[in-house]
């Protein structure tokens, strides 16, 4: 009997195993870190295995990660480089409650989190492929809209002035002469129309993403995230 093409050789639990790993990349892992009074821990830094590839909880305590193993640890990296680590241990979403020596009182499963998919979080990790600007950086240019602010501050984004009045926007380079490459605009977690209704005087900060592969085919032009200061 000849051996599958498909395995190639390999054990079957090698091949078992980058079937699961390329799954994983598409399920998103949302968690919540709250201090021992239940108030937000905000700005804690969370990675698996790469330290440079991290989400940053937001003002909520809410943090997202991609690619997250069953078996991986989480690691917590607080203001003073302080850092915990605690097991995934299975979980698809983590709940963590910490004393105040940063030390974790408890970490479980929150079923709420799962289902929240990938609109629980508004920033997900970082990973060397988005430009970030801050709100004062777009209103120095003395732009009065958010978009022609962002002309000329980001490598690679190209806006222009289209018809109607409206801008064209590309991160990603002409796809098709037939399909939109307008990227996905996300404002404070929500997917809007456009970033007309936002002032640039309320915006925090925004980033840019080259890929926006965590959105599905939603995002397969890139994404601009703004967070902005009140939240919507």
């Known amino acids: 009997m000849k051996p599958s093409r498909f395995h190639l050789g390999l054990p079957v639990s090698v091949v078992m195993m980058s079937i699961c790993m390329s799954a994983m990349a598409d399920v998103p892992f949302n968690g919540l870190i709250l201090n021992e009074d239940l108030s937000p821990a905000k700005k804690v ?83 060397g492929v988005s430009s970030g600007i801050s709100g004062d950086q777009l209103r120095r240019t ?9 002309r000329g501050l980001v490598p690679g984004l190209n806006i222009t002035n289209g018809s109607g009045g409206e801008m064209d926007v590309n991160i990603r380079g002409q796809r098709s002469l037939m399909l939109s490459s307008t990227p996905l605009y996300i404002v404070d977690g929500i997917e809007v129309k456009s970033l007309d209704f936002i002032s640039i005087y309320d915006v925090d900060h925004v980033e840019v993403l080259k890929d926006a592969s965590q959105y599905g085919a939603r995002g397969a032009n890139g994404a601009i995230l703004v967070t902005t200061k009140s939240g919507l």
């Open 45 to 127: 830094r969370v990675y698996t295995t790469n330290e440079k590839r991290y989400a940053t909880t937001d003002k909520k305590g809410r943090f997202g990660l991609t690619d997250v193993a069953p078996t991986d640890t989480l690691t917590l990296v607080f203001k003073k480089k302080q850092k915990v680590r605690i097991p995934v241990d299975g979980r698809q979403s983590i709940k963590i409650i910490l004393r105040d020596d940063h030390q974790v009182s408890s970490a479980s499963q929150d079923d709420e989190l799962v289902n929240m998919g990938y609109w629980y979080v508004k920033r997900r990790e970082f990973t």
């Open 142 to 150: 003395g732009e009065r809209s958010i978009l022609g602010a962002l």
